[in-house]
């Protein structure tokens, strides 16, 4: 039997057990591995005044360029401190997650530290942040390219793990180990059910597990990246998914699930199938009854999604879902290529209303193509829709940071199209103060003002908005940096 | 106004609106009025008693706790009035916030609760815009 500590680095939820660490531990102890797990996310928050934690997630959020001195000092010598658990473990193997972009500078730090010491395991890191890369418009090296060419860890798994990690514990090549070009899994029904048998439930914040239903999606919306994760969607089969959170819930008394899915209705007949397996289920069966879950959604018109699938939802136990509509402007939707119109909203909202299922609604100020007749029409939306605010089925409505865009989106790909510069900006994970020549007058500013105007009224009129702290600070944070002079020399070459 | 009841075992009902009694048929195991004005509070009476039907009032199914809805075994008394949206929009929200405890971290009132309006950010934020439009 060999040993393996696996860690969770920040920044993820603390709210339930890391569901990528639970989804490899089968794959460790199918290879006679012993784990053991240390989220170091969750004892950031544990150990850390919650102000700090406050610095320090805005820090890896890419928010805040550089921590105070301090807190620096102080967050490293912490990262020492654990590390010297890890080392004189002895363990033959330490699996490293980062879960994503906001992970990469705790990733940095981690790694820049844990060289220095004498650690005599391998070392292992994936997750979908050693994909990913800092100052994305310039650099075209992966977080894990740059920690293998470093020497500081032995092994990078790109893409999905499952299979990549089992052909690497018994020294077999795959797709997607040390080079970053995995292959995707195609049948997901065929990997282990995810084991939280290591983690101890009560140290987080809520009683919830994740499920993954699907990957990818079924959309290909322009301002979106999922696609270089997942480049084919797949489904998992209705029963497949109703067994896991059956099990789950008699394993671990876990009433509360949360798709971790891009779109849990990607695939519309799975998705009533699986409803109605588990609506069934609690009809019948007393230890099942309390069972919930959370998951995005997609909207789409009738047709598509008729009446009987949100009764079963609702009979399932489906208590919020957040749906992307981006914006109220079916010319601005068509032109992201969302796929659905003004009347497939209204219908969304009158079935929601219906079944009482509460939605997050995720919008974006400033499409390239947004005019202000297309502003217009969200703020005459936010007026339409007062009555779902006022009944908690528009639950939650996002207006974030402004449109800013993802490297090797589709729109980054075409911005010759839209004329949009994308050399000049700043050094965040995405670009926010673009400017197309197609739409001249929306500019950052004028984002900016709309996002304002969106914010004002969606208060007064009473919608919830969550995290709207964070997000003025940080739109407040790239005006600040935002340079007039930028724009208009991108205009003259632009012009010339 | 829409009022409508459902329970799979439903087999009479009835609703008292300022002393007038309306019965009901009971089809698809639910029963349907149709108010023509808004009523301060209506009455449901249905059989069989102990059953906790659902109830959709104008189409939207109603939490008997945001809507201050009583139950008793045999019938809901639900006080509806001109400002029954807004009620049940109050509650909601002292629903959200009670849901966080005593003496909640605001920072997660900002992100599960989501309603302030944060004056002096967004005070900053036109003060910033408009001296930036200025040097355009």
Known sequence: ?496 | MIIKIFHTELRNAEIQIDNNNEKSEIKDSSATWMVPYVPESVEIMFEPFGITPKLWIDNFLINFWLANVQQQDHKLIIPIGNDFFDRYWVRDGQGRLQSLGVNPDPILVDKIVGRNFHQSLVDDIKFKLDEKRNLS
């Open chain 1, 1 to 496: 039997m060999k040993n393996a500590i696996l860690v969770n680095l920040p920044l993820t939820e603390t709210l339930y057990p890391s569901a990528s660490l639970a989804a490899i531990i089968p794959i460790f102890k199918t290879n006679n591995y012993q784990v053991e797990v240390i989220d170091l996310n969750l004892e950031l928050t544990e150990e850390f005044l919650p102000e700090e934690v406050d610095r320090i997630y805005s820090w890896c959020e890419l928010t805040l360029e550089n921590l105070e001195y301090d807190l620096e000092i102080k967050l490293s010598q912490w990262l020492e401190y654990k590390m010297q658990y890890i080392v004189s473990s002895n363990v033959d193997m330490l699996g490293v997650s980062v879960f994503s972009i906001y992970s990469i500078k705790i990733s940095k730090m981690f790694f820049d530290l844990l060289g220095d010491k004498k650690f005599t395991g391998s070392i292992l890191v994936g997750g979908n942040g050693v994909s990913s890369n800092l100052n994305a418009t310039t650099n075209n090296k992966s977080h894990g390219e740059d920690l293998l060419e470093s020497k500081l860890v032995d092994h990078v798994i790109f893409g999905e793990g499952e299979q990549s990690l089992n052909c690497l514990l018994q020294n077999k090549q795959h797709p997607g180990i040390d080079v970053n070009t995995p292959i995707q899994i195609e049948n997901l029904d065929t990997l282990p059910k995810p084991d939280y048998t290591d983690f101890d439930f009560d140290r987080y914040h809520d009683r919830r597990l994740l499920i993954t239903g699907s990957r990818g999606c079924v959309r290909k919306c322009t301002f979106c990246d999922i696609e270089l994760t997942w480049p084919k969607f797949r489904q998992r089969s209705a029963q497949s998914m109703f067994e896991e959170i059956v099990e789950h819930r008699l394993k671990y008394n876990i009433n509360k699930f949360e798709f971790t899915d891009s779109l849990i209705n990607g695939s519309v007949s799975e998705w009533i199938r699986f409803n109605d397996l588990l609506a069934n289920a609690k009809a019948k069966d007393k230890d099942l009854e309390n069972i919930s879950y959370t998951g995005q959604f997609i909207c789409r018109d009738e047709q598509s999604q008729k009446p009987i699938m949100y009764e079963l939802m609702h009979y399932a136990g489906c208590r919020q879902i957040t749906v992307g509509i981006e914006s109220f402007s079916e010319s601005v939707r068509n032109d992201m290529k969302k796929k659905f119109s003004n009347a497939a909203i209204d219908y969304h909202l009158e079935q929601c209303a219906k079944w009482a299922i509460p939605n997050i609604f995720l919008m974006i100020v400033g499409y390239p193509t947004e005019t202000l007749a297309d502003h217009q029409s969200n703020l005459d939306a936010v007026k339409r829709y007062k009555i779902y605010s006022d009944m908690g089925v528009i639950f939650m409505l996002r207006w974030g940071l402004t449109m800013h865009i993802y490297k090797d989106t589709p729109l980054f790909k075409s911005a010759n199209d839209y004329k949009i510069d994308i050399i000049k900006d700043n050094n965040l994970d995405a670009l926010y103060s673009w400017v197309s020549d197609l739409n001249p007058g929306l500019d950052f500013l004028e984002r900016v003002r709309r996002r304002i105007e969106l914010h004002e009224l969606s208060y007064n009129l009473g919608y919830h908005q969550p995290n709207t702290r964070n997000e003025l600070q940080s739109i407040l944070s790239l005006l600040n940096e935002y340079t007039v002079e930028q724009n208009k020399k991108t205009w003259i070459l632009e012009q010339a």
